[in-house]
Structures are given as structure tokens and as C-alpha cells.
């Protein structure tokens, strides 16, 4: 939506739904964020080969699992999902009547400090390179104001989900 809209819309009507039109760029950006995901996954596998992660799959997997669908790539699984179709993109509406992507959303709040920032950290211990992973946090940061990478790791100074900000610091404490 930013990229495509630039996160403005001159009426509540131009505001397109978060999912529900979800497109072909969108629909690659989660394909490139879970590729680096599952280069995360596979490092974990491969730190613990005795465990079975049979839950720890890519996103379009898992949403067939978890949702017992019939999808047949990842942008019909946002468009069609009857329980994102309803969901709308949050905005703040302006003084002069257009709207704006609300940054103080919980994609900002909670998905990006508590879920990607979280995947960046295991990332990062288990020497994974996560481009894509880092563009996003580069953009929501210089949307919101954080610096979520610091020299090309994750900033331990965030109030956020990372293990570190529990007082964990080995990232086999999290996985065992």
C-alpha cells in the first residue's frame, strides 16, 4: 500500500481494504519476506535435526493448515479469506480530509517489534541474512520514528519482543 499509494488517500472510499485487495506487488513482498523466513526455519532445523518443527512452516502452508483451505498461491490466500476480507486499513483522517496510513496501528505496534523484529533477532544469531526482512525494518522505522537496525543488527536498546529485552541471550534457550 505505501509503495503503491504512497499511504494517502484523498477520500475514506480510495482507502483499499488491508487484505482483501491485496495484489500481485503485495503478494511478492510476502513472498520475499517469507523466503527469508525460511532461511531462519531451515537454520533452525538444522541446529536441532532431532527435533520434528512439522508446524514451523512457510506462510501459504500454514494458512492451508490452520484454515483447512484450498488456495492456490498467497495473494488469493489474503484476497479470499473470509475472515480478512472484512478487515480495513487503518487510518487517521487528516485536517484536510484525506487519509493516512495510522502508524500507531498494531502492524506497527506489535507485528513489527514483536513478530519480524523477533525473527530478525534469531536471524541474526544464527548467522542468516535476511534482505528483504531488513528492508521492511528499515521502512517501518522511517515511518514511525525507531531504529530498528543499528550497523546492520538488531538495536538491543528497543522496548520490543526481542529475547535479549527478557534477559535472554542465547537463542538456543528460546528454541529448547
Same mark, same amino acid.
Given at each position: +500500500?505505501?509503495?503503491?499509494?504512497?499511504?494517502?488517500?484523498?477520500?475514506?472510499n480510495?482507502?483499499?481494504?488491508?487484505?482483501?485487495?491485496?495484489?500481485?506487488? $503485495?503478494a511478492?513482498?510476502?513472498?520475499?519476506?517469507?523466503?527469508?523466513?525460511?532461511?531462519?526455519?531451515?537454520?533452525v532445523?538444522?541446529?536441532?535435526?532431532?527435533?520434528?518443527? &512439522?508446524?514451523?512452516?512457510?506462510?501459504?502452508?500454514l494458512? +492451508? /493448515?490452520?484454515?483447512? #483451505?484450498s488456495? %492456490?498461491?498467497?495473494?488469493?490466500s489474503?484476497?479470499? #479469506? %473470509?475472515?480478512?476480507?472484512?478487515?480495513?486499513?487503518?487510518t487517521?483522517?487528516?485536517?484536510?480530509g $484525506?487519509?493516512? /496510513?495510522?502508524?500507531?496501528?498494531?502492524f506497527?505496534?506489535?507485528?513489527?517489534?514483536?513478530?519480524?523484529?523477533?525473527?530478525?533477532?534469531?536471524?541474526?544469531? /544464527?548467522?542468516?541474512?535476511?534482505?528483504?526482512?531488513?528492508?521492511i525494518?528499515?521502512?517501518?522505522? $522511517?515511518? #514511525?520514528?525507531?531504529?530498528?537496525?543499528?550497523? *546492520? &543488527?538488531?538495536?538491543? %536498546?528497543?522496548?520490543s519482543?526481542?529475547?535479549? #529485552?527478557? *534477559?535472554?541471550?542465547?537463542v538456543? &534457550?528460546? /528454541?529448547?
Open positions: +500500500m505505501w509503495k503503491r499509494y504512497g499511504g494517502r488517500w484523498e477520500t475514506e480510495d482507502v483499499p481494504y488491508f487484505y482483501k485487495d491485496f495484489d500481485d506487488l $503485495s511478492d513482498y510476502i513472498r520475499l519476506m517469507d523466503d527469508d523466513y525460511s532461511k531462519v526455519r531451515n537454520a532445523r538444522k541446529m536441532f535435526p532431532e527435533r520434528d518443527f &512439522k508446524y514451523m512452516l512457510d506462510y501459504f502452508h494458512e +492451508m /493448515l490452520t484454515h483447512d #483451505s488456495h %492456490e498461491n498467497i495473494k488469493q489474503f484476497k479470499n #479469506s %473470509e475472515q480478512l476480507a472484512l478487515i480495513k486499513t487503518p487517521l483522517k487528516l485536517d484536510d $484525506s487519509f493516512t /496510513l495510522d502508524t500507531t496501528c498494531r506497527f505496534t506489535d507485528d513489527i517489534p514483536y513478530g519480524v523484529l523477533v525473527a530478525r533477532w534469531v536471524a541474526e544469531q /544464527l548467522h542468516v541474512e535476511t534482505p528483504f526482512v531488513d528492508e525494518l528499515d521502512w517501518a522505522g $522511517s515511518i #514511525s520514528g525507531e531504529q530498528y537496525l543499528v550497523n *546492520g &543488527k538488531v538495536n538491543l %536498546e528497543l522496548q519482543g526481542i529475547p535479549p #529485552s527478557y *534477559g535472554i541471550d542465547d538456543k &534457550k528460546i /528454541l529448547d
